[in-house]
């Protein structure tokens, strides 16, 4: 193993703390548990203990602890996106991923234009926040072309819509070439390792992608060319989760350590059908309860960090991963370039929540979380640092309340049908109550009449 990359990956410690944290004792687990309530994160070994905890009546104080955190570090609101694939070409043959290249089906690379009709329809829906998805192709997809998409997608307005946030999830490259993806407005740089285990890593992929190493320094090299908010994730399913989240939380801890900037996000996906994959199950199944007990072990862990699941995961899942630790997912997505508005061809995967966004929203309130649009922190230099100094003590959430409030505010007006325009009124009305400050209330309430008013894209 390379020494650069053992500083991260230390194989070999995280197998060794698997075996020593063999079947922990009750008081072990809640020893911890009552630490994590401090919302400083957990050491590897801690971590461990949880993953090993099998009493289900410890797995649920788990949950509720987990929960707890994420309430008082982001507060009660629910940040909505939605992908948009750009282009299904790819030069890698990775055995979970529907645009494998050996995948004889046609493929297809969006033009501006077309870029534009489908940001088009996800304005129209209320969306402000998307991220770009591209297979890797350096003829197809070449760095200018990825630069001009996102000015594209800025530049795109329909009636009150815009988006404001681009979150970028493109392979691994070079420093030159982030510096690039930052110039042009990039939000969130967002990369999954897949699987941290180089073994696994080594036998399902083939192409550019297989060179472990430069997925595993991506990140860095971000960093390097001033993107200062990275995503990470795994692909659960493909390895032992056990060892998938405590990797993950060490290239976490490594990223933090060296950069004094950790991860803005985790993705948690597990791996779902496709169409060219071959798989009838992944090589290691991860249950819905393992799900569970993977979010809610990483929002006690590394609590700073936002937390998304997608649309791979039915509604009854993507509802009880809210409650325990996610704090951003996507609704009404299509996973095939051109897929909005339009039947589907080749998809990167099977979405399991086809529900429209206000079907999501209605569900979301329905649970008396408070569905946010915000991209404030991203224009207003919260990012890196500055975002984690204020999300590391829990007071991004003197932001969060008020700024979900005022985009929520924004979609009731120009969006909504009319049982959601009517409850998410009253949640309005529940959580502008709830802001402590008297002076920012104050103000979100001005804000709020200017909104009814026709004013737009205000925030603090």
Partial sequence: MPANIKKIINEEKIFSVLEKTRKPARRQILTILKKALKKNGLNLKEIGFLLNAEDPKLIEKMFKAAGRIKKEIYGERLVFFAPIYISSFCVNDCDYCGFQRRNPAPRKKLTLEEIREQVKILEDMGHKRLLVEFGEDPVSNPIDYVVDV??????????????????????????????????????TYQLFQETYHQETY???????????????????LAFKAGIDDVGLGVLFGLYDYKFEVLALVAHAQYLDKKFGVGPHTFSVPRWQPTASAGWKKPPCPVSENELFRIIAILRMAVPYTGMIISTREKPKTRAKAFEIGVSQTSAASRTSPGGYGQDEELSQFFPQDHRSLGQVLKSALKQNLLPSFCTACYRQGRTGKVF?????????QNLCRPNAILTFKEYLEDYASGPVKKSGAKIIAQYLKRIPDFKIKKETRERLERIEKGERDIYF
């Fill in 150 to 187: 996102i000015k594209t997608i800025y530049n795109t307005k329909s009636g009150k819509g815009e988006i404001r946030r681009v979150n970028v999830n493109i392979a691994a490259t070079t420093v030159e070439n982030y510096r690039k993806l930052k110039a042009a407005g990039i939000g």
């Fill in 202 to 220: 080594k036998k399902l992929h083939n192409g550019p992608k297989a060179d472990y190493q430069r997925q595993l320094l991506a990140p860095g």
């Fill in 388 to 396: 984690m100094d204020l999300a590391k003590p829990g007071l991004i």
